[in-house]
């Protein structure tokens, strides 16, 4: 089956700077790589995804690049802002079932 | 449209003894999954249906039992459960398979002693 690596298991930033979340992953058919966000006490949330037909997508502050080649793709989050803070997980998808990475708990300080 | 909703939303057991949780969505959704989070491991799939009637094994299915009777309820089974089933059970559904975004019901925390 499909395993998901995701690096780094905390992340603490400034506010204002940026925030940078890898993953890598097993199954080379794997085709399509969401990130979700889950804030405390609520299921996860779909923030942005990639396809395997595209290197790299970008929505506001929020943007994700995958490289097939290495089976690695990252979110990227820049000006942080307060409500970045949650837990970030990647995901990578093959047929009907996603794989999630560990997830990365993400505080911007003030 | 409440999207996906879970019920309970907390329950503590005692080894051994039964429950019944419940997802239900009313966005039409023919796929539906459970899945159970445990810090440091992610979300791991528990069991999940492509459409009523129909149910499917995921990553860790054993001690779990599902059903999917009406297309808009998924339920999840502990018939006897122990305590490393303790954990936050989320459920979510989508339209179609794969490369679609799932959406997720807020969690029920269980806790068994």
């Known amino acids: 089956g499909e395993n998901v690596e995701q690096h780094p298991s905390t992340l603490s930033v400034q506010e204002g700077d940026s925030a940078v979340i890898k993953c890598t992953y097993s199954?080379?058919?794997?085709?399509?790589f969401p990130w979700y966000k889950q804030e405390l006490g609520k299921g996860p949330q779909l923030i942005i995804d990639?396809?395997?037909?595209?290197g790299e997508k970008k929505d506001q502050r929020i943007a994700v690049t995958l490289n097939k080649t290495a089976k690695h793709f990252s979110l990227h989050i820049t000006e942080t802002q307060p409500e970045d803070s949650a837990v970030y997980f990647c995901?990578?998808?093959?047929?009907?079932?996603?794989?999630f990475g560990a997830g990365t708990t993400v505080t911007v300080r003030a | 449209n409440a999207g996906v909703t879970q019920t309970p939303k907390f329950r503590v057991l005692k080894t051994g003894q039964s429950m019944t949780l419940l997802c239900a969505q009313d966005?039409?959704?023919?796929?539906m999954y459970w899945y159970r989070q445990d810090p440091g491991m992610g979300l791991r799939l528990i069991h999940y249906?492509?459409?009523?009637?129909?149910?499917a094994k995921g990553e860790v299915p054993d001690g779990y039992n599902v059903s999917r009777l009406k297309k808009q309820n998924f339920l999840l089974g502990l018939e006897s459960a122990a305590p490393s089933q303790t954990s936050v059970y989320f459920c979510?559904?989508?339209?179609?398979?794969?490369?679609?975004?799932?959406?997720f019901g807020p969690g029920t925390r269980l806790t068994v002693t």
């Open positions: 199954d080379s058919a794997s085709n399509y």
């Open positions: 249906s492509v459409g009523e009637g129909t149910t």
């Open positions: 995901a990578a998808s093959r047929e009907d079932k996603l794989s």
């Open positions: 979510a559904s989508s339209p179609l398979a794969g490369s679609v975004e799932q959406y």
């Open positions: 990639i396809r395997s037909n595209v």
């Open positions: 966005m039409n959704h023919e796929y």
